[in-house]
């Protein structure tokens, strides 16, 4: 009937840990070292994409559809994370024309 997780179990689910585990780590260095407002909440959703991948993999090899329906769930939320976020970045913008996270400091004031 459902073919889908037939296709999903041909690749091995240590691969969708390590590809969901490099993800991660290369948001999380991104989020650690850069300086740049957008590119930091970019990593963040890198990072939701990560976990959301590994839910789905591991959704589907248990046969189970809770996992894929709160991927869903969390995929709403990281919508409106993004929103919200674009919008203090532009406001940022407007007050220091800059989007580099270290000169936030200056608000302050």
């Known amino acids: 009937m459902n073919q889908m997780p037939e296709v999903i179990r041909t690749i091995p689910l ?3 840990l390590y590809f969901s585990t490099a993800l991660f ?3 999380v260095i991104g989020v650690l ?3 740049n407002a957008i590119v930091i909440f970019m990593c963040v959703e ?3 994409n990560a976990v959301n991948v ?3 993999a591991l959704s589907a ?3 189970d559809p809770n996992g894929q329906i709160f991927v869903f769930f969390i ?3 990281a919508a409106a994370e993004v929103t919200v976020g674009l919008a203090i970045i532009v406001m940022i913008y ?3 024309r800059s989007t580099n996270v270290q000169l936030l400091n200056y608000l302050k004031w």
């Open 94 to 96: 407007r007050n220091i």
């Open 25 to 27: 780590a290369i948001g």
């Open 54 to 56: 590994l839910m789905v």
């Open 61 to 63: 090899y248990r046969s």
């Open 75 to 77: 995929m709403a939320v």
């Open 33 to 35: 070292t850069r300086r």
């Open 46 to 48: 890198l990072m939701l």
């Open 14 to 16: 240590e691969f969708y």
